[in-house]
């Protein structure tokens, strides 16, 4: 029973203290975390984009993506540092166009999305991102920049549609990408200035411009996000939860048959007793 029990509660602690630690995770995710990726309107963009420049078309699936990026990527380590990027990086949200409009978008279920400006309800957030287009296109940030031009520096297609992605590395371009990335690094976390943004600097380099090269040697992200660290825990949690009522199961039948298997010990035992004299 001591034995039993003590692994009982300690199961319960973990998974209370997973519970714990997923919905602290899940309460500084930034409020775009619930929204996806739509792969079509990401697609019909990116044929627009091709051949242009990325100055003239700005792809609002690529920014986002790249938002996406920093948030998972790059924010959790920013904000651990209680470091405050600078207007003058490319990263900070003030510079990103459509942040406003993409701040003003209400995810109210599944199949419902909804405009902060004027409250009408679309079926897919593509749909939304039209309206926003038609409709609100004079709320783009006038002071903004396009955050897509980003996407060759922060590896935006590797979570937007993997059908589009490039299989071939060209050597050229991921040369253009590292160079971008670097400077990046350089204008968000100046080297010298303060002693977090010389270790912010260096995390921007391993995460990001280290898998610039076409060896693939190097993989980006590879100091990890917060959304894997939340899907992680909340699998675990869930593993845990469901395992805890089959381990109580498995202990209480154990007991139930140890307790027969003694009282019927005890039975053959009385019956030898009474049989001995004879
Ligand atoms: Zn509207």
Redesign the pocket.
């Known amino acids: 029973m001591g034995k039993s029990s003590t692994i009982g509660f300690l199961l319960l602690c973990l998974s209370l203290s997973l519970l714990l630690q997923k919905s602290r995770a899940s309460s500084t995710s930034p409020p775009w975390g619930n929204q996806e990726l739509e792969g079509s309107a990401g697609a019909r963009t990116l044929k627009q984009e091709q051949g242009h420049s990325p100055e003239v078309h700005c792809s609002r699936e690529r920014s986002r993506a790249a938002w996406k990026i920093t948030e998972e990527y790059l924010m959790p380590f920013v904000e651990k540092e209680q470091y405050q990027i600078s207007n003058k990086c490319r990263l900070h949200p003030d510079n990103d166009m459509f942040r406003d409009q993409e701040l003003h978008k209400i995810h109210m279920d599944v199949n419902e999305w909804r405009?902060g400006?004027?409250?009408?309800s679309f079926r897919a957030e593509k749909f939304l991102d039209q309206?926003?287009d038609n409709?609100?296109s004079d709320l783009l940030n006038s002071h903004g920049k396009c955050l897509a031009d980003l996407c060759g520096a922060l590896h935006c297609d590797l979570v937007m549609d993997s059908k589009l992605r490039k299989t071939k590395c060209n050597p050229a371009a991921a040369e253009r990408n590292r160079h971008l990335c670097e400077s990046l690094a350089d204008n968000c976390f100046p080297i010298g200035v303060r002693s977090a943004a010389s270790r912010l600097h260096e995390l921007f380099l391993r995460q990001f411009c280290d898998a610039h090269t076409c060896t693939g040697r190097h993989k980006p992200f590879s100091r990890g996000g917060r959304k894997q660290v939340s899907v992680f825990y909340i699998a675990i949690s869930i593993l845990t939860l469901m395992l805890l009522p089959v381990f109580y199961l498995l202990v209480y039948l154990h007991r139930r048959e140890m307790r027969t298997s003694i009282q019927d010990l005890k039975r053959i035992s009385k019956i030898g007793q009474k049989t001995k004299p004879l």
């Open positions: 405009c400006y004027c409250k009408k309206h926003f409709r609100h």
